[in-house]
């Protein structure tokens, strides 16, 4: 699969170096932007209030499938009129659009290879992405659970802020697995 990110940080450079080792072919794109016309699906993995700038620098996004990292902190808001960065991005782009590796921690990435079992990758969006978050996901030592249609977006972007908080009072970095009964 061809992929584009945009984001050179520790979520985008991260998923790049796993996604390569998968053997995919990955284009990383920093603040200088590029063309993502070639890319199968662009992953966005710039800080939340930084979408607007960072889409504004990039061309051929149009109808691409858009898997949305982005994490918003501090009191930040989406744009106006949209529940979610996710949202926004997919009125910028009008391709399918999914929420997705936003609520897992980079610094483990090297780790979850070794895993005992593979831990969870939630993620919300269009039911076209689905495929593509599916084996991202598994690309990259995960297993995608879906929490929903894009709607959900917001949700899963409040999250990050309760893993974070979680991580904080005492717990540390840790993954999460979410799976049915007869996996247990």
Do not use: C
């Not at 889409?55 to 499938?65: A, D, E, F, P, R």
């Not at 529940?83 to 936003?102: H, I």
């Not at 249609?149 to 005492?170: H, Y």
């Amino acid at each position: 699969m061809d992929i584009t990110v945009i984001g050179r940080g520790n979520i985008g450079g991260g998923l790049a170096e796993l996604w390569e080792r998968a053997g995919h072919q990955v284009t990383r794109l920093g603040r200088g932007g590029g063309d993502v016309s070639a890319a199968d699906v662009v992953l966005l993995a710039v800080p939340g209030d930084a979408v607007q700038a960072a889409l504004g620098s990039v061309t051929g996004l149009g109808g691409k499938t858009v898997l949305d990292a982005t994490n918003l902190y501090g009191g930040a808001r989406p744009p106006a009129a949209f529940a979610s960065n996710a949202e926004y991005v997919r009125s910028l782009t009008g391709g399918p659009t999914a929420k997705v590796f936003n609520t897992n921690f980079a610094a483990l990435f090297p780790r979850v290879a070794g895993a005992r079992a593979r831990p969870s990758n939630l993620w919300a969006g269009d039911d076209e992405a689905g495929a593509v978050v599916g084996r991202l996901s598994h690309d990259a030592g995960f297993e995608a659970v879906r929490l929903g249609g894009l709607d959900m977006a917001a949700v899963q972007e409040g999250l990050a802020g309760a893993l974070i908080a979680i991580t904080q009072a005492g717990l540390g970095l840790f993954t999460y697995r979410m799976a049915p009964p007869e996996q247990l």
